[in-house]
């Protein structure tokens, strides 16, 4: 360690401007990661109310019951024909 052990002011100066330059790259990087995290998180909750509020609309349409007999219907036919 003595080897790096700054000598003059302009030593310790360069020494401190690296260990600043440092601090604000990982601050940077951390500062970047968590705004990413925080997008991520807006989106997922935005999908899964556009997920709640389809499930909701196809709901008061009745397309689950639509989509319950259509497949109904299908089986019935499909087997009606290997008859």
Known sequence: MAETDPKTVQDLTAVVQ???QQMQ?????MSDQIIGRNILWVFLCR???LEKNIADL?????VE????ENKAAANKTSSEGSV
């Open 18 to 20: 690296t260990l600043l």
């Open 25 to 29: 790259d990982k601050f940077q990087t």
């Open 47 to 49: 999908i899964d109310d």
């Open 58 to 62: 196809m709901t008061q349409a009745g």
């Open 65 to 68: 019951e639509l989509e319950g």
